[in-house]
């Protein structure tokens, strides 16, 4: 199998492409799509063999953390514990280029969680292609970043996509814009809550300090 290029508009999704990956991504295909991050790997939360393809292409094990991507916080409660002080913290940080760490919920399958603190990366992306394809989709994707095992740094370029990895995805979406970064990892389940790692995201936007940037 090879990945079908999908060339959309970065600002303007074009209907037609975003159903097509609905489709695929229902139909159990792994998707690459760019955001205002990085490209990233999503997949639908209930697909327990995409889940293990990605584990398998990411060369990583249970412990590593997923994203959930979802349209805004409207629906966090279903999936994650969140208190008041965690709740405006997300507030200020949303949408944008920032993952925050919160404990999952049972609506989760705990195969997605990490398997001794129970917690999921939460991100509302700030970006169009994204947004249109998890309002098509109907539910929140989760969601990696496309780095193969072994690779020092993550793929942002469609084309080395398709070539690295357009056997084992269904399709890569194409927008002309090369998405550079990644984002900025905030714990949420530490308090004073603990930036993970230093991306795109300023944490100021949220009135924290870079001092606590250790992993």
């Avoid at 195969?111 to 169009?128: A, Q, S, Y």
């Amino acid at each position: 199998m090879t990945a079908k290029r999908i060339p959309l508009h970065p600002r303007n999704p074009q209907p037609r492409g975003i159903a097509q990956l609905a489709q695929i991504l229902a139909n159990g295909g792994i998707v690459a799509i760019p955001t205002d991050a990085s490209y990233s790997l999503v997949w639908p939360v209930g697909d327990a063999n995409a889940l293990v393809q990605v584990r398998r292409l990411r060369g990583v094990d249970d412990n590593h953390l997923f994203t959930l991507f979802c349209p805004d916080l409207s629906i966090l409660g279903q999936y994650a514990r969140v208190d008041n002080q965690q709740y405006r913290l997300l507030k200020l940080g949303t949408p944008g280029p920032f993952t925050f760490i919160l404990e999952g919920s049972h609506e989760l399958p705990r195969r997605v969680l990490h398997p001794k603190r129970r917690t999921i990366g939460l991100r509302v992306p700030d970006h169009p292609v994204v947004q249109a394809l998890l309002a098509a989709h109907g539910a929140p994707l989760l969601a990696t970043t496309v780095q193969p095992a072994g690779a020092e740094e993550p793929l942002s370029d469609p084309d080395a996509i398709l070539d690295q990895l357009g056997h084992v995805l269904a399709a890569v979406v194409d927008t002309e814009e090369i998405p550079q970064g990644a984002t900025t990892i905030i714990d949420l389940t530490e308090r004073p809550p603990v930036i993970r790692r230093l991306g795109l995201g300023d944490p100021a936007r949220l009135g924290l300090e870079v001092v606590e940037s250790e992993t």
